[in-house]
């Protein structure tokens, strides 16, 4: 009986525990999303900065309601939040689009007289992109004869918003949001 070297199996095995190992940590640690930080940096403020900011926001909309002879039309007609929260996959979505370099967020008024943050991908020349963001899977149907058919909702271009509101939902302790 030939007896098989042990060396080669060792190999194999090794082998395959690496190649395992570089499949389930490919993107480096578990959550962390890959970014350019040299870009990044270009719109990172202090974050002291960013309390004078919103601090100033507030105070303005205050003098302006003051300033106004009916001290309710802003809230009537310009429901202007504090801040708007969005979860992280809207931004990997709108950033999945194709060709997509960055995001706009333009300020809107939607049918409850809110201000909101209407987001679009925006391409590296800084044009506004149109398309789906969320792609849905199709829906596959049997039909007799035919491979296989394919069930497509009307395509209809799409943008970022709802998010969620604050006032309404709003951080607890928050030096932005005292």
Known sequence: MKRTSFLPWFLVLVLLVLLIWAWFFRHGPVGEIPYNREAAKEHVIPFTSAIEYVKSYRGAKAELQRQLQDSGYLDRNFNLPAAEMFNRDI???LLD????????????????????????PVDGKGNDMRGRIVNEKPA???????????????V????????HRCPTICPSGSDLYP
């Open 140 to 154: 596959t149907a049997w039909i007799p004869g035919i491979s296989a058919a394919y069930a497509l909702p009307p």
């Open 91 to 93: 931004f990997a979505a």
């Open 156 to 163: 209809e271009d799409e943008a970022a918003e709802k998010g």
């Open 97 to 120: 689009a194709r060709g997509a370099e960055g995001i706009r967020i333009y300020l809107g008024l939607n049918e409850k007289k809110e201000v909101c943050f209407v987001m679009v």
